[in-house]
């Protein structure tokens, strides 16, 4: 009861289930009397309209907080502040998991900063990620982002991947887009490989390796890697791996396309590299 609006209430139960003055429930929850006797003013006509969009909200996006519903809210055309939607955001019980904080990362290394991305297809970042299926076989996923538009380019699903299934996704990509000046990754058997180091010959990419045991020269992906197994991975249990394969490609389009990007200035990455595509 830190808000006058609950004293207010926890009042009124005082007084109808004990039979208690209104003085003296106010007395023993805290509140002023002159606050207890003050009328409220009337909700807003679109206030109840705001609420149940809310909660559709968080539970078609249950990893998603107040901010992206605001934005969210602003998109559709309700003219709504952020403080109105944290306050009805609260109202309504909704709250985001708090995830588990991870471990200090220690390791070699430079700075994430050292070659950074000035404009879409400077530097594709590609990193795996595993998971399993119902009945405990393995899944491998293959990410591949822009690092600078942060759009997700194609998320390979299968049980295993080569090398060259990876040059084989890269040889797609760089047909429906263009060849990028660098690739980023770490030091994997796949990426090592003499099919992936032949590519990058071959189409004139420049390789990036980042150091043993230091992931963070890699924040892009692992960023994204994070968004992934939080909205999506740790939400499903897989019974296939069609199934996986057809989840994940409608959940990469839709972070591509509707997901908002605080580092966008909450735009999809879509609609961001069309604008700036547009402004150069």
């Known amino acids: 009861m830190v808000t006058p609006g609950r004293r207010r209430q926890a ?14 429930a106010c007395r023993v929850v805290g509140q002023h009397r002159s606050t207890q006797r003050h009328q409220p003013k009337p909700k807003p006509s679109d206030e109840e309209q705001i609420r149940k969009w809310l909660r559709t909200f968080s539970r078609a996006r249950p990893r998603w907080g107040w901010r992206r519903a605001y934005t969210g809210l602003r998109a559709e ?3 709504v502040n952020r403080k109105r939607v944290h306050r ?48 405990g076989r393995q899944i491998k996923l293959l990410n591949i982002i822009d690092e600078y538009t942060r759009e997700c380019l194609a998320i390979v699903v299968d049980h295993s991947i080569s090398s060259e299934k990876v040059v084989a996704v890269l040889e797609r990509l760089v047909i429906e887009r263009k060849a990028p000046e660098f690739v980023r990754f770490d030091n994997g058997p796949e990426f090592v490989a003499c099919a992936v180091a032949d590519w990058c010959n071959t189409a004139t990419v420049g390789a990036m390796f980042i150091d043993p045991g230091s992931p963070w020269q890699n924040a892009w992906i692992e ?9 999506h991975l740790n939400r499903w249990q897989f019974d296939s791996l069609l199934e996986v394969q057809v989840l994940t490609e409608d959940w990469r389009n839709d972070y591509n396309t ?18 700036w595509v547009t402004a150069h």
């Not at 998991?97 to 070699?108: C, F, I, M, Q, S």
């Not at 960023?223 to 909205?231: A, K, M, V």
């Open 88 to 135: 009805l955001w609260r109202d309504e019980g909704l709250q985001v998991p708090a995830k588990r904080r991870k471990k200090r990362l220690t390791g070699v290394g430079v700075t994430v900063g050292a070659l950074s991305p000035c404009q879409p297809d400077a530097v594709w970042a590609m990193d795996f990620q595993f998971d399993r299926t119902i009945d």
């Open 77 to 79: 055309g309700f003219l």
């Open 11 to 24: 009042v009124q139960v005082l007084e109808n289930e004990f039979g208690v003055s209104q003085r003296r």
């Open 258 to 275: 509707n997901r908002p990007h605080s580092a966008l200035n909450q735009l999809p990455p879509t609609r961001y590299h069309q604008n």
């Open 223 to 231: 960023s994204f890697n994070g968004r992934l197994r939080d909205e």
